[in-house]
């Protein structure tokens, strides 16, 4: 049962490595743990070796990558792929090949393939993963307070967009999960519909006039008419909800990793993904998002930072760090981690809020 409260298990990787973690998005006061890569395996007895890149070796967007073989036994053929794409054939030395920059476009880990063919034998692949990272540094932006609204301190808010004057927002915890209508002026609650006690609410965004919004853990979501908030479709999903937006035709949806999901929104189907890095680190516990200005914006959990990404490269534009935009004087015990981003594109306003927050932000930022 996932409350406010951490909720602990046991993870083993690789056979060793004993890590504790939180698994919720409501969670509060200890950082996910890194995760540890498997140890790479190559057949020993392979006519075929790859000298370089090594494993996990880490390249920039755009960066051209140079594939250097060994090979003990010449066989008919070579194929390298990169990506899924085939870069290309060798059957003669040299043993090496480069993979354009064209395949470099997008951030995250990608597998080199090396399939070697010889006449009356099994084809034998070597795998080996690359690590593409950010070409720019993010950049920083600090902020000034606009205005302050009042907030419901209650409300644990998972989901939140601005709409024609009026906040949506969407509240986590079994038995306090729902979806709201909000007065901005007065944090006023308008119009509200609850979850069933089962369920725990995350992300909500608008589509066509419909407003989605998903579960943490039970893999259904919801898709309301926005004038009633009557429920007219149920959603599925593989993985863990968390935060939606919506870009054109298509609703983005974080699973608390460092993935994207695009999806068709009639059929709910993924159509494509993207792994979010920064130059130098991969860009985990992707929370709430809100796409402003041709970027997704996405509040990092357990953190006052919000990830400006670029949706085609998945690159880490910049970093929002929000320290202090919460005085102290208005915590209180049970009072939770940043989260909640809203735009208005009429005002070209930003807010932003906290899970158990009293109160609202308009906010400005500074380079």
Not at 41 to 55: D, G, M, T, Y
Not at 199 to 227: H, M, P, S
Not at 351 to 365: M, N
Request: glycine share 8%; hydrophobic share 35%; net charge neutral.
């Amino acid at each position: 049962m996932r409350t406010e409260y951490p909720k602990f298990f046991i993870s083993f990787i690789a056979g060793t490595a004993l890590t504790w973690m939180i698994s919720c998005s409501g969670r509060s006061g200890t950082e996910k743990a890194d995760k540890v890569p498997a140890p790479v395996i190559e057949n020993s007895r392979s006519v075929v070796k790859i000298l370089s890149p090594l494993e996990n070796a880490g390249f920039k967007l755009r960066e051209p990558v140079k594939v250097v073989l060994s090979v003990e036994k010449k066989p008919d053929s070579i194929v390298i792929m990169f990506d899924s794409r085939h870069v290309s054939t060798l059957t003669n030395e040299p043993w090496e090949s480069n993979i354009p920059s064209e395949f470099t476009l997008s951030t995250g880990k990608k597998a080199l393939k090396v399939t070697s063919f010889e006449s009356g034998k099994k084809p034998s692949t070597l795998t080996r993963f690359l690590v593409v990272y950010s070409d720019v540094a993010p950049k920083k932006y600090g902020y000034s307070i606009v205005h302050t609204y009042p907030h419901d301190r209650d409300a644990f808010t998972q989901g939140l967009f601005y709409y024609n004057g009026i906040l949506y927002e969407g509240t986590g915890q079994q038995t306090g999960s729902s979806l709201r209508e909000v007065q901005l002026e007065t944090g006023k609650v308008l119009r509200q519909h609850n979850l069933d006690a089962s369920l725990f609410g995350e992300g909500i965004t608008l589509y066509n006039d419909r407003i989605f919004q998903v579960t943490w853990e039970n893999k259904v979501g919801f898709v309301y008419d926005r004038a009633s908030f009557n429920v007219i479709n149920k959603i599925y999903y593989p993985t863990q909800g968390w935060g939606l937006t919506t870009i054109g035709n298509k609703i983005v949806m974080s699973d608390g990793t460092n993935v994207l999901y695009f999806y068709e929104p009639e059929s709910f189907t993924v159509i494509s993904r993207i792994e979010v890095y920064d130059d130098v680190n991969i860009v985990d516990s992707l929370n709430e998002l809100e796409y402003i200005n041709g970027e997704i914006w996405a509040n990092i959990w357990m953190t006052d930072r919000i990830a400006r990404i670029d949706p085609e490269t998945g690159k880490v534009k910049g970093y929002i760090d929000l320290t202090g935009l919460l005085k102290k004087s208005d915590k209180e015990t049970d009072t939770d981690v940043l989260n909640g981003i809203a735009w208005d594109s009429a005002g070209k306003r930003i807010f932003v809020t906290g899970k158990r927050w009293p109160k609202l932000f308009e906010i400005t930022l500074r380079e």
